[in-house]
C-alpha cells in the first residue's frame, strides 16, 4: 500500500526538552496504524507534531506526497486539518458546555447550521454510536466517560477524512464501550478511512492493526506488521516489556 503519510528523521523540541529523536514513520493509506511503545515514549509528541501544534524542529512530514510539517515547510495546524486530516487528542476535547448537536455543528466545516449537516452521515454516525443520537440535545459535559469518547471520535468523521489521528480512545473505558469503538474503527476502516491510532489496550491493538509501529525514547525502534508482532511473545516483552496475550 502506499504512504498517506511519511515521517523521515523528525525531532520535536519542547522548551528545553528534546522529545522526538529522528522519528521515521510510515502510514499505509487504507489501513489501521497502531502506535505502540511504554508511557513517554514521545506517541502523542508524534500526533502533535504531525498536527503542527508543536512544530518539528527537524526532517519532515508528507501528507499525500505534500511537505506539511518540517523547518521550511511547517503548515499551520488549520492548514493541515484542511487537507483532510482529524486529531482525537487524549483529552477529547469536546466542549463540555455545548450540546452534543453543537459540537457535532463545530466539526462540520461545510455546514453553516444543524439543517445543512449531512443527513445521512449523521444517520451512519448514530448507527456506530446510538447514545449521541439520544443525548442530542444534552451538554457534552453530562455525558459518561464513554460517551464522551463516542463523540470525540463522532467529531472527527462528521465530514469524510483521508487519515484520523486518535490517541489512547479506550483509556478508562469499560470493555462493552471499548468493543463499540473497535467496531466504529472497523467500519471507518471499511469506508477506506486511514487510521493512525495510539493504543495501550493491547487486545485492541491485536484486533484494529494492520501495521505497528513501536516507540522508545522518541523514536521508531520497530516497523511492521501487526500480525507478527502479536503473534511473537518474545518480541512483545523485548519491545514493550509485557505479553499481548496477557492481555485478552
Known amino acids: 500500500m502506499s504512504p498517506v503519510l511519511e515521517l523521515?528523521?523528525?525531532?520535536t523540541h519542547i522548551g528545553a526538552y528534546h522529545i522526538l529523536h529522528g522519528v521515521d514513520?510510515?502510514?499505509?493509506?487504507?489501513?489501521?496504524?497502531?502506535?505502540?511503545?511504554?508511557?513517554?515514549?514521545?506517541k502523542s509528541t508524534t500526533l502533535r507534531t504531525i498536527m503542527g501544534l508543536w512544530a518539528a524542529s527537524n526532517g519532515s512530514v508528507h501528507f499525500k506526497g505534500r511537505p506539511i510539517g518540517g523547518p521550511g515547510g511547517q503548515a499551520e495546524t488549520p492548514a493541515i486539518a484542511q487537507l483532510g486530516i482529524a486529531y482525537v487528542p487524549e483529552?477529547?476535547?469536546i466542549f463540555s458546555d455545548l450540546t452534543v448537536r453543537d459540537n457535532m455543528l463545530l466539526a462540520a466545516r461545510a455546514a453553516r447550521d444543524v439543517a445543512a449537516l449531512d443527513k445521512g452521515r449523521l444517520d451512519w454516525i448514530f448507527s456506530l454510536f446510538?447514545?449521541?443520537?439520544k443525548f442530542w440535545l444534552y451538554p457534552?459535559?453530562?455525558?459518561?466517560?464513554?460517551?464522551?469518547?463516542m463523540l470525540a471520535v463522532a467529531r472527527a468523521i462528521v465530514e469524510p477524512r483521508a487519515l484520523i489521528l486518535i490517541d489512547e480512545p479506550s483509556k478508562g473505558l469499560a470493555p462493552a464501550i471499548i468493543h463499540n469503538l473497535i467496531?466504529?474503527?472497523r467500519e471507518l476502516k471499511r469506508q477506506q478511512t486511514t487510521i493512525l491510532l495510539v493504543e495501550q489496550n493491547f487486545m485492541m491493538a491485536k484486533t484494529l492493526g494492520d501495521s505497528v509501529a513501536v516507540m522508545d525514547d522518541g523514536r521508531v525502534v520497530h516497523a511492521g506488521r501487526m500480525a507478527e508482532l502479536a503473534g511473537n511473545e518474545a518480541m512483545q516483552q523485548r519491545l514493550l516489556g509485557l505479553s499481548l496475550g496477557a492481555h485478552q
Open 91 to 93: 483529552s477529547m476535547g
Open 130 to 133: 446510538p447514545a449521541l443520537h
Open 8 to 11: 523521515k528523521g523528525v525531532h
Open 25 to 42: 514513520l510510515i502510514v499505509p493509506e487504507g489501513e489501521v496504524t497502531m502506535l505502540l511503545g511504554r508511557n513517554g515514549a514521545g
Open 183 to 185: 467496531a466504529a474503527f
Open 140 to 149: 457534552a459535559g453530562k455525558l459518561s466517560g464513554g460517551q464522551k469518547q
